[in-house]
């Protein structure tokens, strides 16, 4: 039984000192720093002309006819307005230079004045 107790009162002793002898001194370590994160200048993409930086777009990148200005080709980016219209059944486009609503006419590859429906319809 005295044995017993005295493991019992070298295991608390143990327990006691311990931390005291692992820290080498009778005072708290000072923690470790954190890591300095790493912080990288994000990569920067050469920035596309803004819609409206353009001056007079409709007269740069449009073609007038009879029934006023269309724009060849499918790449225009310039719009101020795009929202699917149920009563044409199709995207409308409205310019922002000409302030006139455009849809796009795949047969001519181009984008029209709603007023010209040269294929009867919107749709296609």
Do not use: D, E
């Amino acid at each position: 039984m005295i044995r017993y107790r005295q493991t019992l009162a070298a295991i608390a002793l143990s327990l006691f000192l311990a931390p005291a002898v692992l820290a080498g001194s009778g005072t708290n370590p000072k923690p470790a720093p954190y890591p300095t994160p790493i912080y990288k200048k994000p990569t920067t993409f050469p920035q596309a002309p803004q819609p409206y930086a353009v001056k007079n777009y409709h007269l740069i990148y449009g073609t007038q006819f009879k029934y006023g200005i269309y724009y060849p080709g499918s790449y225009h980016n310039h719009w101020s307005q795009v929202y699917f219209s149920p009563f044409y059944g199709c995207n409308v486009f409205v310019c922002p230079y000409t302030m006139v609503k455009y849809y796009w006419c795949p047969p001519a590859n181009c984008y029209y004045p709603i007023s010209y429906v040269p294929f009867g319809t919107y749709v296609f």
